[in-house]
T-cell receptor, first 114, second 114 residues
């Protein structure tokens, strides 16, 4: 069964460093998403992406964040200058565009900022 | 604003016990409602959904009914198994709009012992 994959599973970085989290969505899906979950808190929406542009973003998704689909399979989230409070589990998801919004999630990347 | 509230966990049950996890929502309009489940080390998986009032979603013995009058979508299962141990997330979205964010509750951890 097709699934969303994410790499790495765990990333440790120093405050102020740039990180790139990678996702491979399901191949026939057209909408892509990033969510995050700070330990003990809610899963929060960050951004959705369609047709090579952002379709919706939350207040969390500020200028420090960017997303890209560099080729036909990968979808990346970049954090330019990480802060301690960026430590969280980051989930990628994808969905088809058929008026039906079921989103399929990857296993997540745990980001630890020291 | 739009939000989802779930009962606090963890919920600890013996095998074959009855399960209820409460979920209420605040939303403008008529969202679709979802339950997602996250097994250890895996991503979030859609468990069931309901797209309009009085709809009942069901899957793997779990059920939830969309109650507009009480703005609730409680998850129930008549007889839980050890394999149901996981984190359960209630969520809402507008499923007729692909690319729209899912809004999640905080998640409820279920632990079932034999």
């Amino acid at each position: 069964e097709p699934e969303v994959t994410q790499t790495p599973s765990h990333q440790v970085t120093q405050m102020g460093q740039e990180v790139i989290l990678r996702c491979v969505p399901i191949s026939n899906h057209l909408y892509f998403y990033w969510y995050r979950q700070i330990l003990g808190q809610k899963v929060e929406f960050l951004v959705s992406f369609y047709n090579n542009e952002i379709s919706e973003k939350s207040e969390i998704f500020d200028d420090q964040f960017s997303v890209e689909r560099p080729d036909g399979s990968n979808f990346t989230l970049k954090i330019r200058s990480t802060k301690l409070e960026d430590s969280a589990m980051y989930f990628c998801a994808s969905s088809r565009t058929s008026g039906y919004n079921e989103q399929f999630f990857g296993p997540g990347t745990r980001l630890t900022v020291l | 604003g739009n939000s989802v509230t779930q009962m606090e966990g963890p919920v600890t049950l013996s095998e074959e016990a009855f399960l209820t996890i409460n979920c209420t929502y605040t939303a403008t309009g008529y969202p679709s409602l979802f339950w997602y489940v996250q097994y250890p080390g895996e991503g979030l998986q859609l468990l069931l959904k309901a797209t309009k009032a009085d709809d009942k979603g069901s899957n793997k013995g779990f059920e939830a009914t969309y109650r507009k009058e009480t703005t609730s979508f409680h998850l129930e299962k008549g007889s839980v198994q050890v394999s149901d141990s996981a984190v359960y997330f209630c969520a809402l979205s507008w499923a007729n709009q692909a690319g729209t964010a899912l809004i999640f509750g905080k998640g409820t951890t279920l632990s079932v012992s034999s």
